[in-house]
């Protein structure tokens, strides 16, 4: 059974029109993780929350928020897509902050058109 | 500032051959080292990890091994098969937040 859930898996927008993923997890567990993935690349980190903590990386364009209404669910929000954006967002959770099994959803294959 | 350095960035075997992808990370006071193999259009999955006060980790054809003093890590797939052909990915963490990943390394088990 799938523990992290992404929809929608793939996703269209138009350059510059706001877009939502969103995510939701059974396994309980404290930490939500953004992360954006372009091709051939590594996961790049955009943020975490720890509960309702918010934790963003230095180097996360002010474009991406994020929302977290309770513990199942987790949202990434991109106010304004340019081509640049387009990549596969990954939602992740973990028991712990760190020196733990991350676990990752499926994936969403974001397009900007 | 943090990096983990993984190779090689490709990778062919013969299927039943071995493979052996090999990570160097910079951050002495990393204590968890996951492997993440990810299939095409897939998240990733988490397929062994070991902890800093372990030298070696085994499940059944895959293995992984820290040298603390050099800072290296390795996974080990052995018996190789079709199904093992994926993006693997090495991560360094510190009981912080952060996953240091590595840049991936593609495996192709050629039949």
């Known amino acids: 059974d799938a523990m992290v859930i992404q929809n929608p898996r793939y996703q269209v927008t138009q350059f510059g029109k706001p877009v939502t993923l969103s995510c939701s997890q059974t396994l309980n567990h404290n930490v939500m993780y953004w992360y954006q993935q372009k091709s051939s690349q590594a996961p790049k980190l955009l943020f975490h929350?720890?509960?309702?903590?918010?934790?963003n990386e230095a180097d996360t364009p002010d474009n991406f928020q994020s929302r977290r209404p309770n513990t199942s669910f987790c949202f990434l929000d991109i106010r304004s897509p340019g081509l640049g954006d387009a990549a596969m967002y990954l939602c992740?959770?973990?028991?712990?902050?760190?020196?733990?099994?991350?676990?990752f959803g499926q994936g969403t294959r974001l397009t900007v058109v | 500032g943090e990096n983990v350095e993984q190779h090689p960035s490709t990778l062919s075997v013969q299927e039943g051959d071995s493979a052996v992808i090999k990570c160097t990370y910079s951050?002495?006071?990393?204590?968890?080292f996951p492997w993440y193999k990810q299939e095409l259009g897939k998240g990733p999955q988490l397929i062994i990890d070991i902890r800093s006060n372990v030298g070696e980790k085994k499940d059944q054809r895959i293995a992984v091994t820290l040298n603390k003093t050099a800072k290296h890590f390795s996974l080990h797939i052995t018996e190789t098969q079709p199904e093992d052909s994926a993006v693997y990915f090495c991560a360094a963490s510190k009981g912080t937040y952060k996953y240091i990943f590595g840049t991936g390394t593609r495996l192709k088990v050629l039949a």
């Open positions: 929350y720890y509960d309702k903590d918010f934790n």
């Open positions: 992740a959770t973990s028991r712990v902050l760190g020196g733990t099994e991350a676990f």
């Open positions: 951050d002495s006071a990393s204590n968890y």
